[in-house]
């Protein structure tokens, strides 16, 4: 009877220590960025664990404190965290700034560009192809309500671009061949080469899923906005739960040629649990 007992308390135990550990993994950090015009509050994805921390880490340093919102495009988003932003002088081009570290990647097709959405800015593809995030830099974006038929538009603009880039990779690959054979005057070989790597571009095009807007994303897109043109480009690592009032009077700010406002909006960020 005494050792029946001892293994179900042991079971017991073991169980309540799973569920106890279990539940910190499971929560999800929320933050909050104080602005002159107000507070905005977001829930960090567990999903993208990598800019969670970072993020939890430099909002507990300090480090964004006083810093600027640099970039602000009405219907497009607002951007923060250059280091260089602290205490810049007035009209000083600001957006180059970082820790000394970029974040690989966390690109998830669940987290979309939908209005409110906390995620990495990032140098361009030519310099950047792997995406990796910058280490303090990150965007909130606003964006604009879309009709059904603007969003028809964009998977054949994306997915037109999609080939266009295949396209090129295919004949980059084999320029220096087709300039042998044009520099020889073979024209009937060029031809012939030049149709071969257009069905391979084709194949490959093939083989790689379309730029396609699901229903959900779709449902949100035209009743609470976003840019759906950035889904999948960038890391969307958390979404904002309150302040979407503070959102629209920072990105309805006066700003100049390079967007950065004409009066400094600085920000402070800490987490709230």
């Not at 295919?170 to 042998?180: D, G, P, S, V, Y």
């Amino acid at each position: 009877m005494t050792k029946a007992y001892s293994i179900i308390l042991l079971l017991c135990l073991l169980v309540h220590s799973s569920c106890s550990s279990n539940k910190p993994a499971n929560k999800a950090t929320t933050v909050e960025i104080d602005t002159d015009y107000g507070k905005m509050t977001f829930r960090l994805y567990n999903e993208t664990p990598q800019h969670r921390d970072n993020f939890i880490k430099l909002a507990q340093d300090g480090f964004y404190d006083g810093l600027l919102f640099h970039r602000v495009i009405n219907e497009f988003m607002i951007q923060g965290g250059d280091p260089k932003s602290k205490d810049a002088a007035p009209g000083q081009r600001l957006g180059n700034g970082d820790p000394g570290y970029t974040i690989p990647a966390e690109i998830k097709p669940d987290f979309f560009h939908k209005k409110g959405a906390l995620a990495a800015a990032r140098q361009g593809d030519a310099q950047n192809p792997e995406k990796r995030s910058s280490g303090s830099q990150f965007y909130i974006v606003q964006g604009e309500l879309l009709t059904p038929g603007a969003l028809d538009s964009l998977e054949m603009q994306m997915n037109s671009k999609r080939a266009s880039q295949i396209n090129q990779q295919i004949f980059r690959q084999h320029q220096a061949e087709l300039n042998k054979l044009m520099k020889e005057g073979l024209q009937d070989s060029l031809n012939i080469r030049l149709a071969e790597l257009k069905e391979l571009a084709n194949e490959q095009l093939a083989k790689t899923e379309p730029y396609q807007i699901s229903e959900e994303k779709r449902a949100i897109y035209t009743t609470q906005g976003g840019y759906p043109s950035l889904d999948g480009a960038y890391t969307v690592f958390g979404e904002m739960i309150d302040g979407f009032e503070v959102l629209d009077k920072i990105a309805a700010v006066k700003t100049d040629r390079f967007n950065r406002p004409e009066q400094d909006l600085k920000m402070t960020v800490k987490i709230l649990k």
